[in-house]
């Protein structure tokens, strides 16, 4: 095991002499030039919290809401054993690229950048379709070999089709909307092959500087991949010293839909895949069939209430479904955190204020609360004020309320 920093832990803060967690441009220069990065913390802060664990003895740590891996790349040089979970195939494949040794992502990169590209079909996604089965040997759509296959199983495939994503998202730069969290679906029309070819070779080229810059992963670094719902029964009771994570925020941001060029690839152009992935995600903008009804603390009830009886177009017959499955679905997740804990196992969160119309959502507080509910206890809390938030993407939400006080929150919930 190699000397690790933090030698002199006092044991009692976490969060002391950490950095503040938002992302800086290193992160954007990193794998933010591969794919877009809605962290909510940067590479520095997770590696600076990870190597703490690590030097506690606290080797066992989890990430729920895995997201693009970010986690998992900032504890590649410690002598952990990380488990990435997210509910986006895309997500999922972007995780196991940041944490696969170096040889494999080489080995990717020229297996990519060998495929031969048939466009005679004239429908550009199956010319994508065909080239995912190409590297993956198999008529079955990714999503399904990648909730059913253990770790170290079709790697090589795996990697090999998340630079397939990166291209295909690439191509429908131009299907970005207003919306910077929205891409529209593609028409289907066909690809002309300079065009495809220009944005093989830009992914290409980014990724081999991407990979260029990673360090080898520790001897003793291991790592874990699923893909679903944070209920997933993969994930082992009692058996995590830590959980380091950002889950959503109640702010109605698709994921799925922002990589949907990468999402139509790995359920292979199952639409109702699709729309199953995007109103299972927490966060939801969808409506779905039933709305939750689990008993929820006093403070929730109140902002749900708010929400609901808010006079603006909607609020009570659509809006605030959407706020009552965002709480329901973080209560449950806060259960499971207790259940995944080992006993003084601590969960490292960090989230961001939200606001509906004038409406502000104070979610670190309201998260606690549900925490406590839960049987878990807050050891330790930093705010950060903060200047550019996500609820402020929609030139809507901006025009209801202008000057809006945000802040980050970092928190830390204790099992026993």
Known sequence: MSELPFKELDGLSLLRGLPNPKPQPVDKRGYGELASLYTAFSLEFANDLLSKFAALGQTRILDPFGGMGTVGEAGRSLPLEIALNDISPFASLSGRFRTSQLDALYQALDRVKAIDFDVSSGDEREVFLKAVREVGASEEPVLTWIGLTKDGENQAE????????????ETHRSNRGSNPTWTKKASGEAIPRDHLENARLLVLDKAASYVSSLPETHSDFK??????????????????DAILTSPPYPNRTDYIRHYLPATELLVGGDEAAERRLREDQIGTPLIRKEVPNPPLPESVVNIIDRIGAHDSYASASYYVKGYQFYFADMDRALRNFHRWLKDGGKAVIVVQDAYYKDIRIPVADLLIDLAKVAGLTLDERIDFKVKQALSNLSAHARKSAPKKHVQETCFVLRKG
Do not use: N
């Open 223 to 240: 790592v874990y991949h699923t893909c679903g719902d944070v209920s997933d029964p993969q994930l082992v009771d009692g058996k995590f």
């Open 158 to 169: 795996m990697l090999a089709t998340h630079l397939l994503c990166l291209i295909r998202i």
